[in-house]
């Protein structure tokens, strides 16, 4: 995680880049059209990231001179994957990734969840006696 922080006037001029959809002090949102343009400018026309990025209006300066080819690595192993789909989707790489959410969740999913957990458990615990007697008779 890069230790950077944007100043407001940054942000701003981040901002008018067509190519950004969101800035922050810590991160930049790139358009998903950015990332598959990107992406097809570095397989097609062999550009360095640097460049595609500099062309693309950003000041390297400013981002970080490491930012476009971790990014671009990031994009390209997406787009490995999934293809320009991936790159499309709103969370490139941090699908499913965590706790699940508890917060808002009817009492009714959480029994069932609760029941499934204890199913899952009790499917375990036989298992492991089988296992153990198994072990016994050898």
């Given at each position: 995680?890069?230790?950077?922080i944007?100043?407001k006037e940054?942000m701003?001029?981040?901002?008018?880049n067509p190519?950004?959809?969101?800035c922050?002090?810590?991160?930049?949102?790139?358009?998903?059209?950015?990332?598959?343009?990107?992406v097809?400018?570095?397989y097609?026309?062999?550009?360095?990231p640097?460049q595609?990025?500099t062309e693309a209006g950003?000041?390297?300066?400013m981002?970080?001179?490491?930012?476009?080819?971790?990014?671009?690595?990031?994009?390209r192993?997406?787009?490995?994957?999934?293809g320009?789909?991936g790159l499309?989707?709103d969370?490139?790489?941090?699908?499913?990734?965590?706790?699940?959410?508890?917060?808002?969740?009817?009492p009714?999913?959480?029994i069932?969840?609760l029941?499934a957990e204890?199913a899952y458990?009790r499917a375990?615990?036989?298992?492991?006696?089988?296992?153990?007697?198994?072990?016994?008779t050898?």
């Open positions: 995680m890069s230790k950077r944007f100043t940054q701003d001029e981040l901002l008018h190519n950004v959809t969101k922050s002090e810590k991160s930049i949102t790139f358009s998903k059209e950015f990332k598959v343009s990107a097809m400018r570095y097609e026309e062999g550009l360095p640097s595609i990025f950003f000041d390297l300066d981002i970080g001179t490491d930012t476009p080819k971790d990014r671009l690595v990031d994009w192993r997406i787009y490995n994957r999934k320009n789909d499309r989707q969370k490139g790489r941090c699908v499913g990734i965590g706790r699940p959410k508890t917060k808002d969740i009817t009714e999913y959480k069932k969840r029941e204890v458990l375990e615990n036989d298992f492991l006696v089988e296992l153990r007697a198994k072990k016994r050898e």
